[in-house]
């Protein structure tokens, strides 16, 4: 079976930053893309970045410059570095794989939740 695990969330002050981890367990499966998508209290998920399985990155215009997204194939496991982070980034964040098993589909994490405090 497969499962995705988040680490890396917390509190944090305006301005400063945190690093999140996903990793996938398992075996015999092989990842596509993955992203980071999160979801704010009374606000729908939005994603906040995605990777190819190549490298190939996409982010949100409202974290352009401040959020990288990065992985590790090796490891089956995924980063996104936030840095310069603003109390509107306060959300749970999930990770997103998708996995090939035979047949693909779309694995979630369990959420990380993310406060940065004014």
């Known amino acids: 079976q497969v499962q995705l695990v988040e680490s890396g969330g917390g509190l944090v002050q305006a301005g400063g930053s945190l690093r999140l981890s996903c990793a996938a367990s398992?075996?015999?499966?092989?990842?596509?893309?993955m992203g980071w998508y999160r979801q704010a209290p009374g606000k729908q998920r939005e994603l906040v970045a995605e990777?190819?399985?190549?490298?190939?990155?996409n982010y949100a215009d409202s974290v352009k410059g401040r959020f990288t997204i990065s992985r590790d194939n090796a490891r089956n496991t995924m980063y996104l570095q936030m840095n310069s982070l603003k109390p509107e980034d306060t959300a749970v964040y999930y990770c997103k794989a998708d996995i090939t098993r035979g047949t693909t589909f779309r694995y979630w994490g369990q959420g990380t939740q993310v406060t940065v405090s004014s």
């Open positions: 990777i190819t399985s190549g490298g190939s990155t």
């Open positions: 398992g075996s015999g499966f092989s990842i596509n893309a």
